[in-house]
């Protein structure tokens, strides 16, 4: 069983600092590009960051020198690194894989369950 976890949300005032993680779990050999998007309440789901395993980033352009994401394959992990955080950031933050090859084959379009962000003073 392949499972996305994500870790690190919570409430933060502007300007403040929070770092997501998000751990693959199961029996995965490989793991292609790894991204977090996020969902505010009434919204569409929208792409944060992206990171593929060549370690090419790309950012939306709202967080694009606030935010950094970063990847260990070792740990089969991916992070995000988000500073001078607004009250436009508070979202349920997500997870996603493109795509694994795991022991029961290959496996596209996995997401962690969320976590949720909250920027408020």
């Known amino acids: 069983q392949v499972q996305l976890v994500e870790s690190g949300g919570g409430l933060v005032q502007p300007g403040g600092s929070l770092r997501l993680s998000c751990a693959a779990s199961g029996n995965i050999f490989t793991i292609g590009t790894m991204g977090w998007y996020r969902q505010a309440p009434g919204e569409q789901r929208e792409l944060v960051a992206t990171?593929?395993?060549?370690?090419?980033?790309n950012y939306a352009d709202s967080v694009k020198g606030r935010f950094t994401i970063s990847r260990d394959n070792a740990k089969k992990a991916v992070y995000l690194q988000m500073n001078s955080l607004e009250p436009e950031d508070t979202a349920v933050y997500y997870c996603?894989?493109?795509?694994?090859?795991?022991?029961?084959?290959?496996?596209?379009?996995?997401w962690g369950q969320g976590t949720q962000v909250t920027v408020s003073s």
């Open positions: 990171i593929t395993n060549g370690d090419y980033r």
């Open positions: 996603n894989v493109d795509r694994l090859t795991t022991g029961r084959g290959p496996m596209f379009d996995r």
